[in-house]
């Protein structure tokens, strides 16, 4: 009874263990955008876009139901340019990045790419955007596609390199040359740790069945 | 009948092998570098006699303190300081300067030698200082304070707080006293007025202290101080509102001045010429003389006039006398010992210079002033007893003149050391005797290809025929003269283009430096500040126009552009735009009329706008029929803290100035700002390979755009690097260096080499300067690369990325790489260092893949070296081997006609070229290799082919019938 009392107990705690590692594992959103595509000359939003702190990235698209509309878009240039909005959730900033609108002028389906960099904790310093190709641009296409796919990269800032240098050698304070490596050890004097107790369990043990055989032969 | 066809074909193959030869004359052999020693253009000049030895001191705009031979212009000594210099005096067998913005460095140099005696640091801008009569002792002026420091001790003998209401700027020394005078700004109650503090030179402690000469400052030019030996030290002045001259002797409160009209000197002198005049002082070595000396300077019937005025005592009278008088603008006069003057002033030929004193002598000194500008300083020397005069001109030319010569004893020519820019252009060799001959006959008329070879063999079947004439003399003995402008057939004769901060364009040749001219750009009469020099045209082909260089720069709220022909000097050109240039470059148009490169220049504004030059609308054309859209970029400048980008528009119809559309905004993240940008320099994104042969022979791409740019920021917690696309704005990599800055004395250097990225900065932790390299491939994967035919940087291309980090071989203060003709020749590393040398490391010990330990034998296949983190300071790659290029901030490298060799130019202070071959000499015959034995075996060849023929012949024939 007791023997199962512990398993039980013992049981639950491995569940509980498991369920802190998992909430663990799940990853802190560092940031988290309103993605707004320009469309007829206003900016819908098409997508949420968020940011781990983990180094990952997730895009998430919108419904087409009543999705929200950039509501100031005067200062962003829209002219021959398919533009997209960033809008985060956590803070004021706004990223807003362009391409050619002929590069969506194709008739196979549009793929999107987000390069979003990030400093060393994750907050997102900038962002590029392509879509389409610029081969469309000699397309005679002129209708331009939704886009279809979104593809997000996500480049932390690297730390720089550093000089990798070598440890400074040893000098004898009392010569003031540099320290000679002791020269290497033999296998015995390296191991002898190990093979001497082997060598004394062997030598002490090992007596009583050889007695046990000698009987039996008699 | 054979054996004739024989001999005649043999003779043809022979006349085929026969060329040109060209080769080295022996005042050529082993000069393959020359060095300039430069000062920069003097703040001031100085000459003194010090143990026999007579030196002309200066220090310069370059923070430069130096002492030049009078006889002969050469730098007896020089020491570049780091800061500027605000005083020079020399007394005695002492120079003492003064010198820093934060800090005061005074420091008493050797006259003769030129060694430092000794120096001491003292907090606070170095404002003036003086030396104490009799002593060894210095007093200065260091902030708000007045110190007393002598040679025994580096804290000050004593200290004295001055009012700070004050700015004190002159020390005058008479006797025991110290007279520190400064300027004392206007308050509510009181004008602006000098403050004069009187201090015992032995204790510091102050003795008077007073307020005098009313709304005058002093560098207004309208007050002097004058020291004499024996009867003290005065203030001459005039108020704004006032004809007569204020005379106040420092220390004497009452009568607090004496007044003197200025007519008793210069009797033409009237009230409205009295009120716009101004006086200046003239440095005289109070202990050679009892006399003092000012000048004063006034306009007359549109003309200006130099009158040096001699004050003296005549009992207790006080008395005033000219000395002389000039036609001449400004501060012109110069003085020597006893009564000598000299006064020099500028006229459209050249300039005139007069000495008056107890020799009288007189001269012009004959110069184009559109080549030198303006005379804006002169001393006066002694050779041998002779006088001689020293005249700097605006450009930075110093010349010697002496009396009955109107050609200068010597000269210097000072602008090259504010050089900001240098074009090198390509030569043509000196045409061959032939091509002579055809271009005298009819210069209009160019002769075919086949024609030239014809007159080029005709010709020299004719100087064969004279050499045998002569009596087979030994050839090449007679070295035709090769001016600066003459090429030569390897390229290795260029002609360099310098443009200075002080309005010079100076050409000197690149194989010996020698002067091919200059010219002075000025708008009025103040200089152009020249930026940028372009090579507009190239005259490669014989009998093409004239090459063409453009110097680009900054007058008073214009833009100046000269064109220049390249060879003679001539101005082609001069435009003066109504409008502040931001960015000047080189556009891939021209201009159908004159055949001219055409430039942008972007006019900045809310809305920025691009001018081009020149500015017509075949040039407009040319650049709008251009295939591609054409981009720029703003705010890549120190201190900025967004990077646009824009793209030039062609409206219909086109104006005179083509708008510019903003593309993309790279803002930096918050708390950075922008402390360098670099871009490909002189064609250093060309490249030969495609991508890295591996050990394992397969490829790794490079990554190729010749858009390329960085960015360098400063941060809190160090500098932030960001390669960008500078069409696209696209972010290709960015990494963030910790303990790193940049500062005015650890700057941030930049350069892009092909795909990589090479910098230099200061990092704090360990300390120390480091090199990184960044280098940007296709992809990680070998043999896997972008297939799109046409590479656009408006497509996403997110390039792999290897760098690496090494210790610098010393403080940079210019980097660069070499380029060849066509970048097959591995590229050196160019490191213009602090030190003065100009270092040349091979690119593979900055390749960032090198491994941490032993490489593979794959690796080994690739050149691939183990990482060792110390670049070498290998004494054999210092280019300029004992030379030390001082003040290095331009290295500039361009191919030769050899593809393995390139030249290489540094100036910043001090100019130096050289050649060098990154690769070895691959493609040159090497100095041991014998021509003869070459001659001998192939005529042994041809002889034994013409033998054995009969014999082989004979052999088959025997066979046949066998």
Request: proline share 5%.
């Amino acid at each position: 009874m007791r023997l199962a009392y512990t398993v039980v107990v013992f049981l639950l705690l491995c569940i509980s263990a498991a369920v802190a590692a998992t909430d663990a594992l799940v990853p802190a959103a560092a940031e988290k955008f309103e993605v707004f595509h320009n469309e007829a000359a206003e900016f819908v939003q098409r997508g949420e876009l968020q940011v781990f702190d983990d180094g990952t990235a997730q895009y998430q698209s919108i419904g087409l139901q009543a999705p929200l509309r950039l509501s100031d878009t005067s200062a962003i240039a829209q002219d021959d340019s398919y533009t997209v909005v960033m809008r985060s959730l956590n803070s004021s900033a706004q990223f807003v990045a362009s391409v050619k609108k002929c590069r969506l002028n194709s008739d196979q389906k549009v793929e999107e790419t987000f390069v979003i960099h990030t400093f060393e904790n994750g907050n997102v310093f900038h962002i590029d955007y392509d879509a389409g190709s610029s081969a469309n641009c000699q397309n005679d296409h002129t209708e331009t596609k939704p886009v279809t796919f979104t593809r997000v990269l996500l480049k932390k800032r690297a730390l720089g390199p550093v000089p990798k240098l070598n440890a400074a050698p040893a000098i004898d304070m009392s010569t003031g040359r540099e320290q000679q490596p002791e020269p290497p050890k033999s296998f015995l004097a390296k191991y002898w740790y190990y093979i001497v107790p082997i060598v004394l369990l062997l030598m002490i043990g090992g007596e009583e069945p050889q007695q046990e055989g000698n009987t039996r032969r008699q | 009948m054979h054996f004739l066809v024989q001999t005649v074909l043999a003779v043809l193959l022979l006349g085929c092998c026969l060329q040109s030869v060209y080769g080295l004359f022996p005042d050529e052999a082993g000069r393959i570098d020359w060095y300039r020693a430069q000062i920069g253009v003097p703040t001031k000049l100085i000459p003194h006699t010090a143990n026999d030895t007579s030196l002309l001191y200066a220090s310069t705009q370059r923070n430069v303190v130096a002492a030049l031979r009078v006889d002969d212009g050469q730098i007896a000594w020089r020491h570049v300081l780091d800061e500027p210099i605000r005083t020079l005096l020399v007394r005695d067998e002492r120079v003492l300067t003064q010198s820093g913005a934060n800090e005061s460095h005074v420091r008493v140099w050797d006259a003769a030698g030129g060694s430092l005696s000794w120096q001491v640091s003292v907090p606070g801008a170095g404002r003036a200082a003086a030396f104490v009569r009799g002593s060894s002792d210095v007093i200065a002026v260091a902030g708000d304070t007045l110190v007393r420091l002598t040679p025994e001790s580096s804290s000050p003998v004593w200290e004295l707080g001055l009012n700070n209401t004050a700015v004190y700027q002159r020390i005058v020394i008479h006797d025991d006293s110290v007279f520190v005078i400064g300027d004392a700004p206007a308050t509510r109650k009181r004008k602006r007025r000098l403050h004069v503090v009187q201090v015992e030179a032995s204790t510091g402690v102050v003795q008077l202290q007073y307020d005098t000469a009313e709304e005058v400052a002093l560098r207004g030019g309208s007050v002097v101080a004058l020291e004499t030996r024996d009867y003290g030290a005065y203030l001459v002045w005039r108020e704004p509102k006032n004809i007569l001259w204020y005379v106040h002797r420092l220390g004497m409160t009452s009568p607090m001045w004496e007044i003197y009209h200025a007519k008793l000197v210069e009797v033409e002198l009237m009230p409205p010429e009295m009120l716009s005049s101004t006086i200046s002082e003239v440095d005289i070595d109070p202990g050679l003389k009892n006399t003092a000396r000012f000048t004063l300077t006034y306009e007359k019937d549109s003309k200006t006039k130099t009158v040096v005025v001699e004050m003296f005592r005549d009992g207790d009278r006080l008395e005033m006398r000219k000395i002389a008088s000039f036609l001449a603008p400004g501060r012109l006069v110069a003085a020597g010992p006893e009564h000598t003057v000299v006064a020099a002033r500028s006229a459209e030929s050249g300039a005139t210079w007069r000495i008056r004193g107890s020799e009288k002598h007189s001269g012009d000194f004959v110069y184009a002033r559109s080549s030198y500008g303006d005379v804006v300083r002169t001393a006066l020397t002694f050779v041998n007893g002779q006088p001689h005069v020293v005249v700097q001109t605006a450009s930075g030319l110093l010349a010697a003149l002496q009396p009955g010569s109107d050609a200068p004893v010597w000269s210097r020519n000072e602008a090259l050391a504010h050089a900001a820019d240098m074009a090198l252009l390509e030569l043509l060799p000196p045409a061959s005797s032939a091509e002579h001959a055809a271009q005298e006959t009819d210069p209009s008329v160019q002769p075919s290809a086949v024609a030239r070879f014809v007159l080029r063999w005709l010709a020299a079947a004719r100087a064969l025929g004279n050499w045998a004439a002569s009596g087979f003399g030994i050839a090449g003995t007679h070295r035709p003269a090769l001016g600066p402008t003459d090429g030569d057939h390897f390229g290795f004769r260029k002609l360099a283009v310098f443009g200075s901060a002080t309005g010079a364009v100076t050409a000197v040749g690149s194989q010996d430096g020698a002067h091919a001219w200059s010219h002075h750009l000025a708008v009025g009469r103040a200089p152009v500040r020249i930026e940028h020099v372009f090579v507009a045209r190239s005259g490669h082909v014989l009998g093409d126009a004239a090459p063409v260089v453009v110097a680009v720069g900054r007058g008073r709220n214009s833009t100046v552009v000269a064109a220049f022909d390249a060879l003679t000097g001539n101005v082609l050109s001069q435009d003066v735009l109504p409008f502040v240039y931001v960015r000047a470059f080189e556009l891939p148009a021209t201009d159908s009329a004159s055949g001219l490169r055409v430039l942008g220049l972007v006019v900045d504004g809310s809305e920025p706008r691009l001018a081009v030059w020149p500015a017509t609308s075949d040039a407009v054309d040319a650049v709008c029929a251009f295939g591609s859209p054409l981009f720029f970029e703003l705010g890549d400048t120190a201190g900025s803290t967004a990077v646009r980008g824009y793209r030039i528009e062609c409206s219909s119809p086109r104006e005179p100035q083509l708008p510019a559309r903003l593309e993309w905004e790279f803002a930096l993240p918050a708390g950075e700002r922008l402390v360098s940008a670099a871009r490909y320099e002189n064609g250093a994104q060309h490249t030969a390979l495609q991508g890295r042969v591996l050990g394992d022979r397969r490829v790794l791409y490079k990554y190729l755009n010749p858009h390329l740019g960085m960015l360098a920021t400063q941060h809190e917690q160090g500098i932030g690097v960001y390669v960008i696309d500078r069409v696209s704005g696209r972010l290709l990599h960015s990494a963030v260096h910790e303990y790193a800055s940049v500062s005015r004395a650890h700057p941030f250097l930049a350069t892009l080499s092909e795909n990589r990225v090479i910098y230099q900065f200061w990092q704090g932790l360990p300390e120390g300067y480091v090199t990184a390299v960044i280098e940007l491939f296709e992809s990680d994967r070998p043999d896997t690369r972008d297939e799109r035919t046409v590479v656009s940087s408006s497509d996403l291309r997110v390039p792999s990325v290897h760098s690496a980090a090494f210790v610098s071989p010393g403080a940079a203060t210019a980097l660069g790489t070499t380029r060849t003709g066509s970048s097959i020749t591995t590229r050196d590393v160019l490191f213009g260092l602090a030190s003065g040398k100009l270092l040349a490391l091979p690119d593979a010990l900055l390749d960032p893949r090198r491994p941490m330990r032993a490489p593979t034998k794959d690796e080994q296949a690739e050149g691939l070296m183990e990482y060792a983190a110390p670049l070498p300071l290998d004494p054999r790659r210092v280019l300029s081997h004992q030379h030390m290029v001082a003040g290095i901030r331009h290295v500039v490298s361009e191919p030769t006609h050899l593809e393995s060799t390139a030249v290489v130019a540094a100036f910043g202070l001090d100019v130096f070229f050289t050649r060098t071959s990154p690769s070895g000499g691959f493609d040159q015959l090497a100095p041991s290799f014998s021509k003869a034995n070459l001659v001998i075996t192939t005529l042994a060849l041809a002889a034994g082919c013409l033998l054995g023929a009969p014999m082989v012949r004979r052999k088959l024939t025997n066979r046949a019938w066998a």
